[in-house]
């Protein structure tokens, strides 16, 4: 069991991974949008953050009040994309303050998952 929860998380982090890669080819690009590419790896880091929050295969208890920030930070990334790559489709651009903001929430998230104890 401990080694399937162990898959689970690499698969997390590769949609980590895929998310925030993408996003920074599109920063150092300089074109500043979003991306299908990071819309599948937020799919992946969620589905696969949303099976490690079940309490399986562990011998410790879970921090639920972490697991419910990074939801919530999830959440926003999701719906920053979602109202991006609309109005990206609309008027062809998007405001650079939400191109940033999903790295910054990102990179967040990230750093919640590493430093949060």
């Not at 162990?6 to 991974?17: D, K, P, Q, Y």
């Not at 079940?54 to 990074?70: D, H, M, Q, R, S």
């Not at 926003?76 to 008027?91: D, S, V, W």
């Amino acid at each position: 069991m401990e080694i399937l929860r162990h898959v689970v998380v690499l698969v997390h982090l590769v949609g980590f991974a895929v998310l925030f890669g993408a996003w920074v080819v599109e920063a150092v690009n300089g074109k500043r949008r979003f991306t299908r590419v990071m819309d599948w790896g937020l799919a992946i880091a969620a589905v696969a953050g949303l099976i490690l929050a079940a309490p399986w295969g562990i011998e410790y208890e879970l921090n639920y009040v972490k697991l419910g920030v990074k939801l919530v930070i999830l959440l926003a990334i999701g719906a920053l994309l979602g109202i991006g790559r609309g109005r990206q489709r609309k008027t062809g651009s998007l405001p650079p303050a939400m191109f940033w903001a999903v790295g910054v929430l990102t990179l967040t998230n990230a750093a919640i998952a590493v430093i949060w104890r």
